[in-house]
């Protein structure tokens, strides 16, 4: 199993002390109708410089994305982007991640055309929120997956994960996205779930 990354999804507050954690991303939502919703006058933390900024964007206009991206390391795209937008931010120089919701029934086939175009996918679970349910999907389904480009696993995830996610193996999972089952309430993290979190999968 390579080194999984940690991106802390939804971070709200306490910037410095969620970036004394050391995860390898933290993520920033700029969809107004998420409880985790940063803001439209955010003003961008100092975090530590190992610490890759990811703005969270739900079928937002390329317009407001560019506006943004100049603080940012990368754009996560977690509503219903074509394969086109994401080539005309692309084209821009922003790195990508596209997220895609995940049940039984999806097929793999639908994201071939995003290869070359995303730095990386994020696998979410489908529900009717985007992002943030707090539900899984089953991981098995991942083992269909068999394109080039490395992904997040996200959805649910949780402490009590940490023994299934060392017996789960796949050779493009590249990390892993953190969310609500480790907050006090939406937006506020639980910084000492998360480091023991962190500790844990550093071991693996």
């Not at 060392?166 to 999972?173: A, E, T, Y």
């Not at 480790?182 to 993290?189: A, R, V």
């Amino acid at each position: 199993m390579m080194k999984l990354k940690i991106k802390i999804c939804g971070v709200k507050s306490e910037f410095e002390q969620i970036s004394s954690l050391f995860p390898d991303f933290i993520g920033f939502i700029f969809y107004p109708h998420s409880p985790r919703f940063v803001g439209r006058n955010f003003i961008f933390p100092r975090l530590k410089k190992e610490i890759l900024k990811t703005g969270v964007f739900v079928n937002e206009s390329q317009k407001n994305i560019l506006e943004k991206s100049k603080e940012l390391d990368f754009v996560q795209l977690h509503g219903s982007e074509s394969p086109s937008y994401c080539e005309g931010l692309l084209k821009k120089g922003l790195k990508l991640i596209k997220s895609f919701n995940i049940d039984n029934l999806f097929s793999f086939k639908k994201i071939r055309d995003y290869i070359g175009l995303c730095s990386y996918f994020l696998f979410d679970s489908k529900t009717t929120l985007y992002g943030g349910s707090g539900k899984k999907f089953t991981w098995n389904k991942l083992y269909e997956y068999q394109l080039d480009t490395l992904f997040f696993l996200s959805g649910g995830i949780e402490m009590k994960d940490v023994d299934r996610i060392k017996n789960f193996s796949h050779p493009k999972m590249f990390g892993l996205d953190i969310n609500s089952k480790f907050e006090i309430y939406p937006g506020k993290k639980n910084r000492s779930a998360i480091n023991d979190f962190i500790k844990k999968i550093r071991e693996l």
